[in-house]
Nanobody
Framework: QAQLQESGGGTVHSGGSLRLSCVAS????????????MGWSRQAPGQAREGVAV???????EYAETEQGRFTIARDNAKRTVYLQMDNLNPDDTAIYYC????????????????????????????WGNGTLVTISS
């Protein structure tokens, strides 16, 4: 499993912005970073973890419906880093944000796999960071 380290969390006022970063440790990768599917998920207090955004090896991106237009996921393969730019934040965005990495995708049961929208297709993210806390004050 790849070792992932998130950073960039903090406290901002409603309407503000934050940029999260996630760096993958080169020595723990089993394949070149550029072939990994990379994603961000979040878990609010008392809530289940939910997928927020994903970026594929070819740069294709997908977002959860409520984050479309506010969040932007990007990757820098040379730096083994994936970013999540979050704009127009609101208190509902308060959560621990986790970075995830994987090499496979396919059809999985609803309770298995990483997805940002409902459906049978999901990513098998087998590597996770420890998370970074984002708090939005009203």
């Amino acid at each position: 499993q790849a070792q992932l380290q998130e950073s960039g969390g903090g406290t901002v006022h409603s309407g503000g912005s934050l940029r999260l970063s996630c760096v993958a440790s080169d020595s723990t990768l089993v394949a070149p970073f550029h072939v990994y599917y990379m994603g961000w998920s979040r878990q609010a207090p008392g809530q289940a973890r939910e997928g927020v955004a994903v970026i594929e090896d070819d740069g294709t991106t997908e977002y959860a419906e409520t984050e479309q237009g506010r969040f932007t996921i990007a990757r820098d393969n040379a730096k083994r880093t994936v970013y999540l730019q979050m704009d127009n934040l609101n208190p509902d965005d308060t959560a621990i944000y986790y970075c995830a990495a994987g090499l496979q995708w396919g059809q999985y049961p609803p309770d298995y796999g990483f997805r940002v929208k409902p459906g049978s297709w999901a990513y098998n993210m087998d590597s996770w960071g420890n998370g970074t806390l984002v708090t939005i004050s009203s």
